[in-house]
């Protein structure tokens, strides 16, 4: 009861804040949790889940310097070189593996304060399910684990490539190209899905394109981290809570857009390929996110769930 009653107030914190222009909202936090450390770290935590998004949050960015730098700059076999990103689930590094091979990775440390020992159990447990993927166009899971301070962490292929939309536009691929890279990218969640994994974030920052021997291969990044957090039962913890809402907002499904669902299926990935298809080809996302930043969080959500978005043509047509 206590966990369920200590989750409403930080909710109610949270939405708060929302509703506030941005220039009040540090100052509204200090108000609320002035005497209780642990309350902010909370709330912090779950407006930081939606940090990932570029709109929700857009103007509302909170210090993470206590993060800036992990602990130790070795964890086991891996020693962190250089940050590539920071997201609403964590730090991503690139590491250099020293045994018992020596290659380079990425790896992914879950944000401090959102996690818990069940937490920690799914991400090993789905190691094991992201073990059974071969597919040329999804980037491989090599380890996971947790640091000496109990910090969970899993260790990825590291992809030296582009957000396909980037790779896209700052090289003027065609029609045919575009659909030609999307076609591989469509494959990859086709062979992820015959395995009964989801990814439920497909996004373009999660799709990078590389040259591979001068030919062009997308690979598909993150798969599984976000079934890796999703809730077993209510009122478990924060993280688990914030696991109810996982995706980006512009790229999730309806489902995924409602606090209510308790699970999502593979539509949930179609829907999202078909977001990106329509950014490849129109440079806009259905829905103008632009707007998001002054709405609040569940106007925008009730709009993913219950509008439909303008055809492309449309949108070509109306802005060329």
Excluded at 22 to 32: F, G, I, K, T
Excluded at 184 to 189: A, I, K, L, S
Excluded at 264 to 271: E, G, N, S
């Amino acid at each position: 009861m206590e966990n369920l009653r200590q989750w409403k107030k930080v909710k109610e914190i949270v939405g708060s804040v929302l509703d506030r222009p941005a220039s009040e909202r540090p100052a509204y936090l200090d108000e609320v949790c002035s005497q209780d450390s642990e309350l902010r770290a909370e709330v912090e935590s779950l407006l930081s889940a939606y940090s990932d998004s570029d709109t929700l949050l857009e103007s509302f960015r909170l210090d993470s310097s206590a993060e800036a730098e992990p602990q130790t700059q070795v964890i086991g076999p891996y020693r962190l070189l250089r940050e590539l990103g920071v997201g609403g689930m964590g730090q991503v590094w690139l590491a250099e593996q020293t045994e018992p091979i020596r290659r380079q990775v990425a790896l992914k440390l879950i944000r401090a304060g959102m996690y818990d020992s069940a937490t920690v159990q799914r991400f090993k447990t789905e190691r094991q399910s992201l073990a059974i993927m071969d597919h040329p166009t999804i980037a491989k899971v090599f380890d996971a684990g947790t640091t000496p301070a109990g910090q969970p962490y899993l260790v990825m292929e590291y992809v030296d490539g582009r957000p396909i939309t980037d790779y896209c536009d700052s090289n003027k691929l065609t029609i045919r190209q575009r659909l030609r890279l999307f076609m591989r990218v469509c494959e990859g969640v086709q062979h992820a899905h015959q395995k009964a994994i989801i990814h439920r974030d497909l996004k373009p920052s999660n799709v990078l394109v590389a040259d591979v021997d001068d030919k062009l291969m997308p690979r598909i990044i993150d798969f599984g981290l976000a079934k890796a957090a999703a809730p077993l039962s209510p009122g478990e913890t924060l993280f688990t809570q914030v696991g109810t809402l996982v995706g980006t907002p512009g790229y999730m499904s309806p489902e995924q857009a409602d606090p209510d669902a308790r699970d999502v299926d593979t539509r949930t990935d179609i829907y999202s390929l078909g977001v990106m298809l329509y950014e490849l080809l129109t440079g806009v996302l259905p829905f103008d996110a632009t707007e998001w930043k002054n709405r609040r969080k569940e106007d925008v959500l009730r709009e993913l769930r219950e509008s439909d978005p303008v055809r492309p043509s449309t949108k070509i047509s109306a802005d060329r």
